[in-house]
């Protein structure tokens, strides 16, 4: 069966980590099932690292996060 594309999982944000953790926030508020996000940079993973553990959510218990970029500090 594999995954099914839900447009309300995309988030777009400025590319600071604030915009990461208000783009994560953003999606958990909306109470999608999900396990894994995908960052298109390090330092937006670290935002949204960040607003899912406000949120409750554990990484990697409950949720897996990558960023791409190879940023030396994600």
Do not use: C
Not at 8 to 24: D, F, P, R, V
Not at 42 to 58: E, F, Q, S, W
């Amino acid at each position: 069966e594999g995954l099914t594309f839900d447009p309300l999982a995309i988030a777009y944000s400025s590319w600071e980590m604030h915009g990461g953790y208000q783009a994560m926030a953003r999606i958990l508020e909306k109470k999608l099932d999900f396990t894994a996000v995908i960052a298109s940079s390090d330092v937006l993973a670290i935002g949204g690292a960040r607003a899912a553990y406000i949120y409750g959510r554990t990484i990697p218990e409950n949720l897996s996060l990558v960023g791409f970029d190879n940023f030396s500090t994600g």
